[in-house]
């Protein structure tokens, strides 16, 4: 499984997004390396297909299975299920859940 956690620097949201991804990790008793990519710039915006800040991407598809645009940026995340800049407990279990029984 490979997991991509992707941010800038400056976004409120991130460090609870990744506390909580990890706590899920953990309560699931899965061990796998994170991969923290910090978007700097526009042009890594791009390249790495950024949706905003944070974004979580687990066999590079997006937890909340939104596709990809041509509107990356160096933004902030809004996230659907709680309107707020971090994702819920139950879509990263569900992603997580969705990601192993494809493994």
């Known amino acids: 499984m490979k997991i991509e956690?992707?941010?800038f620097k400056d976004c409120p949201g991130h460090q609870s997004a990744l506390s909580l991804l990890?706590?899920?990790l953990l309560e699931r008793d899965i061990t796998v390396a994170i991969?923290?990519?910090e978007v700097t710039s526009p042009e890594l915006a791009i390249q790495h297909r950024f949706?905003?800040?944070p974004s979580i991407r687990i066999n590079g598809v997006d937890i909340e299975g939104r596709e990809e645009t041509s509107e990356y940026g160096l933004k902030c995340r809004i996230y659907q299920d709680t309107g707020l800049g971090i994702p819920s407990e139950t879509i990263l279990s569900k992603a997580l859940q969705e990601a192993e029984k494809n493994q």
């Open 35 to 37: 991969e923290k990519i």
């Open 22 to 24: 990890e706590q899920i």
């Open 51 to 53: 949706l905003g800040s």
């Open 5 to 7: 956690f992707l941010y």
